[in-house]
Structures are given as structure tokens and as C-alpha cells.
């Protein structure tokens, strides 16, 4: 036998492995056939098991347009256009809108999966899916049905990631719009029907513009009343802008917790804005509030019981509401209290000239309003209340000089009556009104050592502008605030022309110009509103013209 024979293996031998090969392509040519004959029986399988196992939880209708299987890696899917209704009874009642709609969702499970019920899914991805929570009036007035079929849960999931979602809570009132929170990303963890999911979320806030981080628990999903569904958790809320708010500025950061169901959720946190400012002024100022606060899903409104903060060193409470309007946007209302504060701070906030023209305490309730609108937050702002100045110092030299000046010849003492004299403080209490950037005083009492000044007029917040009449009363006479003996002598016969109400005079004047120039005069012209209209009235009763 040579060589070459030798190399040969048996002609035996060659024909097993022959036949091996030929069964090994047989078995491969099964496995394709089968794998494609599983592809195409995984989607109807699984689309059956997703639609049943999501009308069992939820108890309505599921739409599902696509969904595709690929065996590749295990088993892994991905489908569109899954649509869950509310029960029909909710629909039937008026909610058309899916309670849940997913433009896109994916997943991968092992192969086995195809085979064993329920099937286990590790994560589910979401993108495009928001949530439509139907008015509670919508639930109220459905018929209940309690022989609804119920199916079987056939898919298992452990844990949902969604991305770009919105939840939106209907509202039956006319006047309201539904109230839209969007949300940028969710992950909810340990999901199971009868239980609360773990979540971690960021929200995006429209204004101020800034994004939410949120972690906490969901649910259980109520079927019945969605808007029932428990949620709670810890909130922070990091360099929010509110430049997009017209009218103010500043960075805020806020902390805090919320409990309740997502149709009212009760908030307790804290804020901190270092520059907050007002377009009237721009001037950074130091603002922190501590709140606690209702958030009403089915108007919209948040209701605000109370608010503690701090501008600068003063320290005041504030409590109301913000109440959406529908498609005009929301009216603010708050009554505050600032029980002792520092007029600096809010001055210097509020008006463009610095420094202020005054420094004093301040006791103060104001309800103040802001209606919707496209205008600056300082130009729509309404005020309506009371205050009360204590301790008054005017900042600026000459303004506080005639002050000086005004007491001392009110007491009697007209020859100290100089600039330069020891400076007096003085106490005022008023009401106002504000609306378009001014300040309307209605009432406005000062009272200063030997005397008392009644006045009304205008403010303008910008500082640049006042406008004031009214009677000043003195213990002296006129004949006593003056320094020369001879004028003071000729003026003894006008002294009862101004002795009025048991004061030693009463006599008219006005306060105009600007808080660098002011002007201080008689305004023996000028009549009251109350003058003036008895004047037009007997004007009229006469027949002659009214001007």
C-alpha cells in the first residue's frame, strides 16, 4: 500500500461525515423554518398578550396599530400606537380622549418567554406617551358596570423608562383650562398591580422656565377614579429663570415634598432667589419663602395657605390663590401681612431712585392682584389696603430739613426753624390704591412733633413724580410760626381764619415736584373732591356751565 493510499480515510469513514452534514443543514433549514414560522406567530401572540394584559389592569379598550418581533437577540419587540381608553362606562360619560396613548414602546424578553405565561419583561422603553386624566364629573355621572369581563395579566414588567411625556387633568368647567404638566423623563421601578411604583422623574416648568426633579411613589392606579391615583415625594427645583415671568428676575431654587392624588396634591417646600428684582427697579434683593400650598387638578388653581418669606430683613405672610382662566392665562390674589418690616427693603426693590426717599418701619396689609395678560408683572400689579410708617427719616438733606423746619415753627419755635436743625422722626398711616405704576393714597396721615398733615394724591413707583394736597394742623398759631415780630404782629388778626377744630391753625397745602426737587406750599384753591363736587352741583342747580 503506498502513501497516498494511506492519507485516505475509509470510504466509510467519508460517508458519515457526509451524512452529518447533510442532517446539520437539514436541522438548519428546520430552525429557519421554524424561526420563521415563530416570527410571525410571535406578533399575534404577544400583541394579544399586551392588549389583554393592559384592558385587564385598566378595565377598557386597548388599541395597538404595529407591533414587531425580531428573534435575533431573544426575544425583542417594538410597537406603535398604543391607545388605552378609560372604561367605557367614563367614555360613555364624555372622556373621548385615550387615558393613555404611546406613540412608540419597546422591550426584550428571553425566548422563553414565547412559552410561558405571564411573560417577564425586564424594561419597557417609552417615547411620545401622554396621559389624560378625565374630569371627575366624567366618573360621576357614569354607569357603573360590575359584569364587565375581566381577562388575565400576561406580561410582567419590572421597570419602565419614558421619555417626552405630558399628563393632562381634564376639567369640566368652562372657564378653566386642563391642567398640563410636562414631563421629560420618568423611570418607575417595582411595577405590579396592586402596589405603589417607585418613580424618578424630571418635569419640565414652563415658567419659570427650569426643570423639576422629582423621586417618590405612584399609585396603585385607581381604574375607577384615575384622578384618585396616590402620588407623593421629594421635589428640587435648580436655577429657574424667572427673567420669563415680564417684569421680574431673578435665579430661584426651590426644595420641598408633595403628597396627595394627582387631581390635588399638597406641597410643603422652601424657595430661594439671592437677586430677585422688578423691572421698576432692577435691583437684586434677597427673597426666601417657605410655603405650603394646594395644587387643584381639576381647575388648575393653586391655592396657597400660607406663604412665610423674607425680603431683605423684613419678614412678612401672604396667602391666596392663582387661578387659571381659561385660554387667557392665570389671575394671581394675595392678601399680605407684614407685620414689622423695613421700608428700605421694599423700596428699594419697587422704585429706581437710590437711595430711597425714606427709611421707617413698616406695619402693612395689602391685598394685592395681577391679572393675566401680556404686560410687565409692575405694570398689571393692583393694590388695595392699609399701612402704617413708624420712625420716618427722609433720606434726602432738604426734604428732611423742611420737615425739621415744618415742626419746629408748628411748635411755636420759629426762630430754630433753620436748616441744619437736630432732626425730628415722624409716624404716618394711610390707604391706597396702585394700578398702572402709581400709587393713589386716598388717606394719608403724618404726624410729626407740634403738628399733623391730612393729605391725599398720587406716587408714581419710578420715584420721579408726587403730587399731594391737603391741611396741615399745628399746635401753634399762624401768628406764632413766624419768626419776625412785626410780621408776626400783622398776622394776629388772620389767626382766627385758621383756628379750626381745636387746633392752633389748620391750614391748607400741597406737596409737588420730585423726590430731588420738592416743592412745599399754600394751596388756599384748592377744594376737596367733596368741595368740588358740591361746587358743580349748586353750579348746575343755577343753570349756568359746569367746568
Known amino acids: 500500500m503506498n502513501e497516498e493510499t494511506a492519507a485516505r480515510p475509509p470510504l466509510k469513514r467519508r460517508g458519515v461525515w457526509r451524512w452529518i452534514a447533510i442532517g446539520a443543514l437539514i436541522v438548519l433549514a428546520v430552525l429557519i423554518v421554524v424561526g420563521n414560522v415563530m416570527v410571525h406567530r410571535a406578533?399575534?401572540?404577544?400583541?394579544?398578550?399586551?392588549?389583554?394584559?393592559?384592558?385587564?389592569?385598566?378595565?377598557?379598550?386597548?388599541?395597538?396599530?404595529?407591533?414587531?418581533?425580531?428573534?435575533?437577540?431573544?426575544l425583542e419587540v417594538s410597537g406603535t400606537g398604543l391607545r388605552i381608553y378609560a372604561p367605557d362606562d367614563v367614555v360613555a360619560a364624555g372622556a373621548t380622549d385615550p387615558l393613555i396613548a404611546m406613540e412608540h414602546f419597546r422591550f426584550h424578553a428571553p425566548l422563553s418567554g414565547l412559552f410561558v405565561k405571564p411573560t417577564h419583561v425586564g424594561t419597557v422603553y417609552v417615547s411620545g406617551m401622554q396621559i389624560h386624566i378625565p374630569p371627575r364629573e366624567a366618573r360621576a355621572a357614569a354607569p357603573s358596570n360590575p359584569n364587565k369581563k375581566k381577562g388575565k395579566i400576561e406580561i410582567l414588567v419590572d421597570q419602565i423608562e419614558v421619555e417626552n411625556s405630558h399628563l393632562i387633568i381634564g376639567t369640566f368647567k368652562p372657564d378653566k383650562d386642563p391642567k398640563h404638566f410636562e414631563l421629560q423623563h420618568i423611570r418607575m421601578r417595582d411595577i405590579g398591580p396592586e402596589r405603589p411604583w417607585k418613580y424618578d422623574a424630571v418635569l419640565v416648568n414652563a415658567i419659570p422656565k427650569g426643570d423639576i426633579h422629582a423621586t417618590g411613589d405612584f399609585g396603585p392606579w385607581n381604574n375607577e377614579e384615575p384622578g384618585d391615583s396616590l402620588v407623593n415625594g421629594n421635589y428640587t427645583f435648580d436655577n429657574a429663570d424667572l427673567g420669563t415671568i415680564k417684569g421680574?428676575?431673578?435665579?430661584?431654587?426651590?426644595?420641598?415634598?408633595?403628597?396627595?392624588?394627582?387631581?390635588?396634591?399638597?406641597?410643603?417646600?422652601?424657595?430661594?432667589?439671592?437677586?430677585?428684582?422688578?423691572?421698576?427697579?432692577?435691583?437684586?434683593?434677597?427673597?426666601?419663602?417657605?410655603?405650603?400650598?394646594?395644587?387643584?387638578?381639576?381647575?388648575?388653581?393653586?391655592?396657597?395657605?400660607?406663604?412665610?418669606?423674607?425680603?431683605?430683613?423684613?419678614?412678612?405672610?401672604?396667602?391666596?390663590?392663582?387661578?387659571?382662566?381659561?385660554?387667557?392665562?392665570?389671575?394671581?390674589?394675595?392678601?399680605?401681612?407684614?407685620?414689622?418690616?423695613?421700608?428700605?427693603?421694599?423700596?428699594?426693590?419697587?422704585?429706581?431712585?437710590?437711595?430711597?426717599?425714606?427709611?421707617?418701619?413698616?406695619?402693612?396689609?395689602?391685598h394685592l392682584r395681577i391679572p393675566y395678560g401680556k404686560e410687565s408683572v409692575t405694570k398689571k400689579l393692583e393694590m388695595n389696603g392699609g399701612f402704617t410708617l413708624r420712625n420716618i427719616h427722609f433720606t434726602n438733606p432738604k426734604v428732611q430739613?423742611?420737615?425739621?423746619?415744618?415742626?419746629?415753627?408748628?411748635?411755636?419755635?420759629?426762630?430754630?426753624?433753620?436748616?441744619?436743625?437736630?432732626?425730628?422722626?415722624?409716624?404716618m398711616q394711610g390707604k391706597l390704591v396702585s394700578r398702572n405704576g402709581s400709587l393713589r393714597f386716598s388717606t394719608l396721615h403724618y404726624t410729626l412733633p407740634g403738628g399733623e398733615v391730612n393729605l391725599e394724591g398720587t406716587y408714581s413707583m419710578d420715584g420721579k413724580q408726587f403730587d399731594f394736597f391737603g391741611k396741615v394742623r399745628t399746635e401753634a398759631k399762624v401768628s406764632q410760626m413766624i419768626a419776625s415780630k412785626w410780621k408776626s404782629l400783622l398776622l394776629k388778626p388772620v389767626d382766627p381764619f385758621f383756628h379750626h377744630n381745636g387746633a392752633g391753625a389748620e391750614i391748607p397745602v400741597k406737596i409737588t415736584g420730585t423726590q430731588d426737587e420738592p416743592h412745599f406750599g399754600f394751596d388756599l384753591h384748592h377744594k376737596s373732591p367733596e368741595e368740588e363736587k358740591k361746587r358743580k352741583d349748586e353750579t348746575a342747580k343755577d343753570g349756568g356751565v359746569v367746568m
Do not use: W
Not at 45 to 66: A, H, M, Q, Y
Not at 402 to 418: F, H, I, T, Y
Open 43 to 74: 406578533g399575534p401572540i404577544l400583541k394579544g398578550r399586551v392588549i389583554d394584559t393592559l384592558s385587564t389592569r385598566f378595565n377598557s379598550r386597548v388599541e395597538l396599530d404595529t407591533l414587531d418581533v425580531s428573534l435575533m437577540k431573544g
Open 248 to 366: 421680574i428676575g431673578g435665579m430661584l431654587s426651590s426644595t420641598g415634598k408633595f403628597d396627595g392624588q394627582l387631581d390635588r396634591i399638597i406641597a410643603d417646600g422652601t424657595t430661594h432667589t439671592p437677586d430677585f428684582t422688578l423691572d421698576t427697579a432692577n435691583y437684586p434683593m434677597p427673597l426666601d419663602t417657605t410655603f405650603h400650598a394646594i395644587i387643584d387638578g381639576t381647575s388648575g388653581d393653586t391655592y396657597l395657605q400660607p406663604v412665610q418669606a423674607k425680603l431683605g430683613s423684613s419678614e412678612f405672610t401672604c396667602s391666596g390663590a392663582v387661578v387659571n382662566v381659561k385660554g387667557k392665562g392665570h389671575i394671581t390674589d394675595l392678601d399680605v401681612n407684614i407685620p414689622n418690616g423695613h421700608l428700605r427693603d421694599f423700596l428699594m426693590l419697587a422704585v429706581k431712585t437710590k437711595p430711597p426717599i425714606m427709611q421707617s418701619n413698616i406695619g402693612m396689609k395689602m
Open 401 to 427: 430739613d423742611k420737615v425739621d423746619m415744618l415742626s419746629l415753627r408748628a411748635q411755636g419755635d420759629p426762630k430754630a426753624a433753620k436748616p441744619g436743625a437736630p432732626d425730628v422722626t415722624s409716624n
